[in-house]
């Protein structure tokens, strides 16, 4: 694990005031806005398995049309995006919007383990990955975002093996190894998150 503290140690002088720019961002979103909400929801339903630079472009691109499109229209406009599954995301957005004026609700009367507990039940497309991705997304920093990038670091530092498939008790139980680094370097998961992604892609995205 040293190593990789020292990795990432070495990188606050130079990525750190752009991690803390991002972490503001996450924090400064409004969560009395039904459509910030929404909107921020959709995009972690397009990341799932596709391209997050790609995504960004085609939540600016739609922006408020996420709220009106038809699934038909709404799938077509991802087509001519670009987006690997069109039909699905339209699919799985669509069925989404009957939460998008109460969602505010319920993430003010959920704590955020209740709350990902009811995005992965109730969201279609979200899993634990996207379902703490939006958490982190709207301000809750301490979930962990774990995909393919994070778990092939973790298992480089040999602080993982790498896992089969990432069932609920798995994606846990990585989690916990998580917190534990974040702990050890006073961060959050969210800010050990956009380092990991840097170390591995040399980019800070959301």
């Known amino acids: 694990m040293e190593k990789l503290l020292d ?8 990525v750190g005031p752009l991690v ?5 961002e996450f924090k400064g979103i409004d969560r009395e806005s039904s459509y910030d909400l929404f909107n921020e929801l959709c995009f972690c339903v397009l990341t ?3 391209n997050a630079e790609k995504c960004i472009k085609i939540q600016r691109e739609i922006g408020e049309e996420f709220l009106t499109l038809t699934e038909e229209e709404l799938a077509k406009k991802l087509a001519e995006l670009g987006h ?9 957005i669509s069925e989404s919007a009957k939460y998008k004026d109460s969602l505010k609700n319920i993430i003010q009367s959920s704590d955020g383990k209740r709350l990902r507990e009811w995005l992965v039940k109730n969201i279609k497309g979200f899993g634990y990955k996207e379902a703490s991705h939006f958490l982190r997304n709207i301000g809750f920093d301490d979930y962990a975002i774990i995909d393919f990038h994070i778990i092939d670091i973790l298992v480089r530092y040999n602080l993982i093996k790498r896992p089969k498939s990432l069932s609920k008790k798995r994606y ?5 190894t998580l917190k534990d ?3 050890k370097l006073d961060f959050c998961l969210a800010e050990l998150d956009l380092y990991l992604w840097y170390i591995e892609t040399g980019k800070i995205l959301k």
């Open 84 to 92: 690997r599954y069109p039909n699905t995301r339209a699919k799985y």
């Open 181 to 183: 680094i974040a702990r």
């Open 48 to 50: 799932a398995n596709f």
């Open 20 to 24: 803390n720019t991002r972490i503001k």
């Open 7 to 14: 990795s990432i140690k070495t990188l606050r002088g130079s």
């Open 172 to 176: 846990l139980e990585i989690e916990k």
